[in-house]
């Protein structure tokens, strides 16, 4: 009975944890959150650190990714995004970190950028998933699912359920099949409902003209607009994270590799550009397929988006005339 108890006890602890992170997520105008996301590991979410960040904090930040960094490559082997130094940057950055609860040792992050690009004439914002580095001693212990959707649902989750676009740049097939199972609309993908559309092209299109040093892409590199292959793509700062095929980690279903292997040269060094979106879909299919079922905190999610989706969502659409949200418009949408 006691172990019952104490087991009730921890459990109702982590859920008033994952209560106040999800409170947090929709009320801070910059998030900066920490959340107990496995066991023994603290997870850090902070947006636009070069802004939010005092100068002695964001070093401190930067450090810690430096760090880990280290334990794959030489950190100053990187000259781009987050790593530039430049407070610019690092203003559009949003930084996941996972480290050690009781050591504090930094073992995984990840560096989103926000890049605005015109969709039909209208600036739209596009996350872009950027860098994620992991400690080889931490590999295998089920991070991913932090590392590729935590932070994005929870921008999502923050912007009124409102669907975001995402970009990503790879040529390692895990990360492909894991941005193709994540998200929706996702192109190119060896999927068979992958299809590109003009909205897909237009921002790729945009992203290549206008953000190439988020991601490391030199102006000499190549695009090639039906298949979203940027040649020739590690020329720009990120001339030490070039793989070979047999070195790039590959996903469970070898049709990502197959795929990879047919797009990509990589002798020459070629990515695959990744256009798709985070929706309502997007969300359910990453809380009930890819956060663990036995967590509290992913059943604790699931429950938020659904109730915000069937109950909160259309009142606080209709009481907002301030927002666009498409047929969801109160009065005649006109602005106060």
């Given amino acids: ?43 850090r979410i902070v947006e636009s650190p070069g802004l939010s960040l005092s100068e002695d904090e964001l070093e401190q930040l930067i450090a810690q990714l430096r760090v880990v960094a280290a334990k794959t490559l030489p950190a ?45 004439g209208v600036p739209t914002d596009v996350t872009h998933l950027g860098l994620v580095m992991v400690d080889p001693d931490a590999r295998g212990q089920g991070l991913s699912w932090v590392l590729y959707g935590l932070t994005t649902l929870v921008l ?7 669907p975001r676009w995402i970009s990503n740049v790879t040529q390692v097939p895990a990360v492909v099949g894991m941005v193709s199972e994540t998200f929706s609309d996702v192109y190119p993908s060896p999927r068979a409902d992958a299809r590109q559309s003009f909205a897909h092209l237009q921002l790729a299109r945009g992203i290549m003209r206008q953000h190439r040093a988020v991601f490391g892409v030199g102006d000499d590199a190549g695009f090639d607009e039906t298949r979203f292959v940027i040649t020739d793509a590690y020329t720009g700062g990120s001339d030490a994270l070039k793989k070979t095929f047999d070195e790039a980690p590959k996903h469970r279903d070898p049709k990502y590799a197959d795929f990879c292997a047919r797009e990509l040269d990589y002798d020459r060094g070629d990515d695959v550009l990744q256009i ?59 602005s106060r």
Wanted: hydrophobic share 45%.
């Fill in 76 to 120: 100053e082997q990187l000259t781009y995004g987050i790593f530039s130094g430049a407070r610019e940057r690092l203003s559009r950055a949003i930084v996941t970190l996972i480290s050690e609860e009781e050591s504090g040792r930094p073992i995984a992050f990840n560096a989103l950028s926000v890049m605005q690009v015109e969709l039909d």
């Fill in 276 to 334: 798709g979106r985070i929706d309502l879909a997007a969300a359910r299919s990453y809380l009930l397929e890819q956060v663990p079922h036995r967590s509290l905190p992913g059943l604790l999610a699931a429950t938020v988006i659904l109730t915000l989706q069937r109950l909160v969502l259309p009142i606080a659409h209709w009481l907002d005339d301030s927002r666009s949200f498409g047929i969801l418009r109160s009065r005649n949408g006109e």
């Fill in 1 to 43: 009975m006691a172990s019952v108890g104490l087991q009730i006890r921890s459990a109702a602890g982590r859920l008033r944890g994952h209560a106040a992170f999800w409170l947090k997520a929709f009320t801070q105008e910059s998030i900066d959150l920490s959340l107990r996301t496995h066991a023994g590991h603290i997870t």
């Fill in 156 to 162: 999502f989750a923050r912007d009124g359920l409102r």
